[in-house]
């Protein structure tokens, strides 16, 4: 969390299960101080994202806001409360955050409580985030309703060095950023409903996105046979190595979001920089893999 | 006598008895710091937040040639503070007036050009080799991060009076502008000292002074930006949408300004032998504004209203026998003494000092090694508790560094 200090320990306040049990009718003035609204754009946050922000407003007797996120039990966050929102009178408070790449898939509660002078914490507001991985699962470890992809071939690398996944399908169809559509485009020039589509080609051209990752889906069964898997280092960016792991995920019928997560097949290296090639061949290979 | 017993309070030329050829000196002070705010991480940009580690503080060697009427200094160091350095520390080519035959009396009038230490108060000028502190007190270095800058001196002594008048660059080595030895405006900086340093007796001397400085900062300019496309994930969906793409308009240059900056100093140390060894007493207080350019930097322009600093320290060592010594200094700095916290929609006047306690304990072979071990407690107002209030960050920390010197 930017701009704000971390306190180790556990966040202070009553929890909202406990305040639901022991709500009374405190004096506004007098009472404790509360978090009267969170506010953010949407619910969603992607391992690794920086930069969302939240905010809301507390009552006037709030010193400060303390945020903590379940799943980071080390401590919290504290921030000083704002100035005064023109409509509510009440005090407002904003927060900009960063969120880990390791941080697990799935719903995470961003608690919030107000603090006064003395010290005082009032009753913790609650917020449901969901927590999506770099490899795409449609949601599906945030809803038990959802399914996840049926497969997903998966690179992800550690510095930001432009490396390319290719897969070459059982026809010997090349499946790469520069071709990512198995099936190859529709007849009118559109990207086709079905088959295997590549989500992105990060750092593509060394225009650094952070990202790190390419993953190639199947939102409906993969074809049978045997995939190549290789992995091509287009440019490495300065970068003296990038070391790097490639991953199938697979989802049957009944298979939830957790079993979904854990790779059927699991691959790691490490390519030097010597290794850059821009000739558009295939890379280092890296594994076979049947459906 | 003082320079004898490694106290140099005067710091300069030698007597009238000077070599008559090349004086090579040097020494080298290497150093195990640990601290408590060091983390195994990186800033933004990939500053290194570990700071627990060996470094080689200053390794520095010094040729200087006398003659009756002048004397050229050069001094070098190597260091591993940010990363292997090798630098001039001092050049000074001065010529001379007056030579005395105490060691310790300077000559009736040198005037120096080069890079030199500045004369304000006492730490910037007293040597880091004769210091048993590690480093000079916070509020010292926040408004001198380097010893040295480029000008020109005026420098001597008549009986107990000595005085001190340079005209420099303004901008001193290891300054964090990014224009350290250098010169971004035409004003030059005036730095004077003028005290008194008398032996009141074979085992006793008392020095002072008074000290200040007066010149001009430098806020940069900006350059001009041309048209572009900025993306602002509204929705905070990573994707570009409809409404999401702004114009950025082209800007203008922004022309660079210059600011007056200022600071007075008074200074006291007070010397005494006994037959436990030397003990020197000495301490320093001083007032400034905008002239922080190493902790907090103070930018009048930035902030809009002029930013004054405060300090002061005391310091005591103590030699028991030639072999040992210990010590203890408390410095004080107050980097802005206007600053307004923002609480709860309210600016709060609060204070920013930081207080540091530094004892320390050191063995020594006079005039050959030092092994120095010293503890820094540091209190300040730089984190916040539960309540957002500002509270000390723990920061303390602690050194342990063998110098030895030829």
Redesign the interface.
């Known amino acids: 969390m930017r701009d704000a ?1 971390f ?1 180790e320990g556990e966040l ?1 306040g009553t929890a909202p299960e406990d305040a639901e049990d022991s709500d009374s009718d405190e004096d506004e003035e007098d009472g404790p101080p509360k978090v009267t609204a969170i506010e ?3 619910l ?1 946050v ?1 391992q690794g ?1 920086g930069g ?2 939240f905010r809301g407003r507390v009552s ?1 007797n ?3 806001v ?1 945020i903590a996120l379940e799943g980071v039990d080390a401590g919290y966050w ?7 929102d023109p409509v509510t009178e009440e ?2 408070w904003s927060a900009v955050t960063d969120f880990d790449v390791s941080l697990r898939t799935g719903k995470h509660a961003l608690r919030v409580v107000a ?5 005082r ?1 009032g009753t913790q507001l609650e917020l449901v985030l969901c927590v999506t991985g770099r490899v795409p699962d449609n949601r599906s470890a945030c809803s038990p309703d959802k399914q996840p992809p049926r497969a997903v071939i998966s690179l992800q690398w550690d510095v930001n060095a432009d490396l390319d996944l290719q897969v070459v399908d059982p026809d010997g169809n090349v499946i790469d950023a520069k071709h990512p559509y198995s099936a190859g485009l529709t007849e009118d020039g559109k990207a086709p409903m079905e088959g295997a589509v590549f989500d992105r080609d990060s750092n593509a051209g060394c225009v650094v996105d952070g990202v790190r990752t390419e993953n190639l889906v199947w939102n409906n069964d993969a074809p049978e046979g045997t995939y190549r898997l290789y992995v091509n280092l287009f440019d490495a960016c300065k970068q003296p190595a990038v070391r790097f792991r490639v991953a199938v995920h697979r989802a049957d019928d009944d298979d939830t979001a957790a079993r979904f997560a854990k790779p059927r097949l699991l691959r790691s290296g490490a390519l030097l920089d010597l290794a850059a090639d821009t000739s558009g061949e295939r890379g280092l290979f890296v594994a076979e893999y049947s459906f | 006598m003082l320079a004898r017993a490694g106290y140099p309070l005067t710091p300069g030329v030698t007597g009238a008895d000077y070599p008559h050829e090349f004086v090579v000196s040097g020494y080298v002070q290497a150093q195990y710091e640990a601290h408590q705010e060091s983390e195994d991480q990186q800033l933004q940009g990939g500053s290194l937040l570990n700071k627990d580690r060996f470094v080689l503080r200053r390794g520095r060697v010094k040729v200087s040639r006398d003659w009756d009427w002048g004397q050229v200094q050069l001094e070098l160091d190597g260091n591993t503070v940010r990363g292997p350095a090798m630098r001039v520390q001092k050049a000074e080519v001065s010529l001379l007036y007056g030579r005395q035959a105490d060691k310790d009396q300077p000559p009736l009038m040198q005037l120096t050009f080069g890079q030199f230490d500045l004369p304000f108060g006492f730490e910037t000028t007293y040597s880091s080799k004769s210091r048993w502190f590690m480093e000079r007190s916070t509020g010292a270095r926040a408004l001198f991060p380097g010893e040295p800058d480029v000008g020109a001196r005026l420098s001597g002594g008549i009986a107990f009076a000595r005085y001190s008048i340079a005209i420099t660059n303004g901008e001193p080595l290891d300054e964090r502008s990014g224009f350290g030895l250098q010169d971004p405006n035409a004003n030059k900086d005036i730095t004077a000292r003028f005290g008194a340093e008398a032996k009141l007796t074979p085992s006793a001397a008392l020095a002072g002074g008074v000290s200040f400085n007066r010149g001009r900062g430098y806020h940069p300019g900006t350059d001009a930006t041309k048209n572009g496309l900025t993306w602002r994930d ?5 994707n570009v949408d409809s409404g999401e793409v702004f114009g950025q308009p082209g800007t203008q240059a922004v022309p660079a300004k210059t600011f007056a900056r200022w600071a007075v100093a008074a200074d006291i140390e007070f010397l005494l032998q006994t037959r436990l060894g030397w003990s020197m007493l000495y301490g320093e207080a001083f007032a400034a504004s905008n002239l922080d350019r190493g902790l907090l930097i103070a930018d009048p322009i930035a902030s809009g209203a002029n930013i004054r600093e405060f300090g002061y320290y005391i310091a005591f060592t103590q030699e028991i026998s030639r072999f040992a010594t210990i010590g203890f200094r408390y410095d004080y700095y107050d980097p802005n003494s206007d600053f307004l ?5 309210k600016l709060i006047p609060t204070s920013q000092r930081v207080q540091t306690v530094s004892p320390l304990i050191a063995l020594s072979f006079p005039n050959r090694a030092r092994l120095v071990f010293e503890w820094d407690f540091v209190s300040d107002y730089l ?7 500002p509270r000390d960050l723990r920061n303390n920390q602690w050194t342990l560094r063998l110098q030895g010197m030829f």
């Open positions: 200090q306190i202070p953010t754009f949407n969603d992607f994202q969302k922000a006037a709030a010193s400060a303390a504290v921030i000083p409360s704002g100035s005064p005090l407002t603090i006064d002078e003395s010290g914490a | 509204l929705n905070e969906n990573g916290d923002k609480r709860a929609g984190a916040r508790d539960s309540r957002g209030v």
